[in-house]
């Protein structure tokens, strides 16, 4: 639209009226900014005084790391919805739509609160002379829209490289899934990028395995002053075969709802009813009739009965539909650690229930993906299981994760060059229906994976979906 090219070039000028929401999905499509994190960091703070600090007005908790930051937040809101407590999530990327990345309570904003929040958002940027990226005005959007809405606690996804825009928040709590750059040596330097979100009195939680690892978590926790919670040492007991493959994010997710119940809702006086993770005051002498007929009729769920219902799966993001035939498994595993994460949990379907055919369409668009070591596990990988990948090109949507669609015909050839049987085809369309023509119908597995672009395509070429 010539308004907003218009609005945020040069000089920035008052808007001439409203935009609908067609005009503010355009803006934010064309507005991912590659501008430096300083001058990003100086001007959300300003955007955010000028909207009068919706960023000081609601408890947050940052989930950060290399890998299910998404998937643990989702745990945790389900945990906190239990407790009683009102939750905003702010979740990164979006599959079809940005009002995915906003919702209270597992519900997602709607366009005309979106639309509204966002114009006013931008109508402040106007007035400042300020021209926001279009991270920062979903940022402000999301705070605006909780702080309206009184929610207790607001879940924040920190993802790179983004992560300095996250300051005019002050994190109750910082969870870590866990740091795995995509080359060893970069471990220092990945925590410390993941860490500087921690601020004074922050309390920090990680899941990482890695004593290296969690030692300089420590290190660095002291030297910011935030308070230092014991890692995660156990698996949440989920279904199979969620429990191996996603049981420390669970356990994660537990362990911070826990400690937000008990030692920030308690203090600022958010009470508490029918905990799952908190237990009731003792009672002196026996329970009476009428207390033991509550129980009977309604009995207060344990906390193994949560976990062993339906949470082991992100919809959308990752998830397996069964019902479809063949079986579909969707995972937006772009780096080497959620790739192994990702051939793990096909071995364990297989020693559930053998597969009669396996294909993976595999959609890669991230030039930092280390494909040697990429190469390595897949061929081990398929030593032990049969099965062929379908290579298909596919590139990173607005807002979503990727530089450059990869080169089939040179990722194909590295394949087959590690004797793994690869197929080259031209869009996502045709490597599905190959990937399906090559497996049993009533027992196969097709795993499309690579990207969350790919995931993206899947939603809207197979199963023609505009918006989750």
């Known amino acids: ?120 958002v931008l109508n402040v940027a106007s007035s400042k002379k300020l021209q926001p990226s279009s991270f920062e005005l979903l940022s402000l959007i999301a705070l605006l829209y909780f702080a ?80 230092w919670i014991m890692p995660i040492r156990k698996l949440a007991p989920l279904n199979y075969p969620f429990e191996q493959l996603y049981g420390r994010c669970a356990a994660l997710a537990e362990r911070v709802t826990h400690l937000y119940v008990n030692k920030i809702a308690q203090k600022d006086a958010i009470i508490v009813t029918e905990s799952l993770l908190t237990k009731p005051k003792a009672r002196r002498g026996r329970p009476t009739l009428e207390a033991q007929r509550t129980s009977e009729i309604n009995p207060q769920k344990t906390l193994q009965q ?14 397996i539909l069964d019902k479809e035939k063949p079986t579909v498994m969707l995972d937006t595993a772009d780096n080497v650690d959620a790739f192994k994460n990702l051939l793990l949990g096909i071995r364990l379907l297989h020693y559930q229930r053998p597969l009669k055919g396996l294909s993976i369409v595999l959609g890669l668009n991230s030039v930092e993906i280390n494909m040697e070591e990429l190469l390595k596990h897949l061929r081990y990988f398929f030593k032990k299981t049969s099965g062929q990948v379908f290579v298909c090109p596919t590139n990173a949507k607005p807002g979503q994760p990727g530089n450059k669609a990869c080169d089939v015909q040179e990722v194909t050839h590295q394949l087959k060059s590690m004797k793994i049987k690869a197929v080259i085809t031209q869009d996502f369309k045709t490597a599905f229906k190959q990937a399906c023509d090559a497996v049993d119908n009533r027992h196969g597995l097709i795993v499309v994976t690579g990207s969350t672009s790919i995931i993206t395509d899947y939603w809207r070429e197979h199963k023609g979906i505009k918006k989750l």
């Open 306 to 319: 949560f976990w062993k219902e339906d949470h082991g799966t992100l919809p959308a993001r990752f998830q």
């Open 148 to 227: 309206n809405n009184n929610v207790n606690v607001a879940l924040l996804e920190v993802t790179e490289p983004y992560a300095k825009l996250f300051t005019i928040c002050y994190p109750k709590i910082a969870a870590i899934t866990r740091v795995v750059p995509e080359k060893p040596d970069d471990t220092q330097r990945e925590i410390d990028k993941t860490l500087e979100i921690i601020q004074p009195n922050t309390y920090v939680i990680s899941a990482d395995q890695s004593k290296l690892n969690l030692q300089l978590m420590l290190s660095i926790t002291k030297e910011k002053g935030g308070k």
């Open 1 to 120: 639209m010539k308004l907003i090219k218009d609005t945020f070039k040069g000089t920035f000028s008052a808007l001439s009226k409203q935009l609908s929401y067609n005009e503010i999905i355009e803006f934010l499509d064309a507005n991912w900014s590659d501008m430096p994190e300083a001058k990003q960091s100086e001007r959300i703070t300003q955007l955010d005084q000028a909207l009068q600090s919706p960023s000081k007005k609601i408890h947050t908790i940052f989930f950060t790391g290399t890998n299910g930051k998404s998937l643990t937040m989702y745990f945790a809101t389900k945990l906190l919805q239990e407790e009683g407590v009102t939750v905003g999530s702010f979740s990164a990327p979006h599959i079809l739509t940005y009002n995915e990345r906003l919702s209270i309570n597992g519900v997602t904003i709607s366009n005309k609160d979106f639309t509204e929040l966002a114009n006013e």
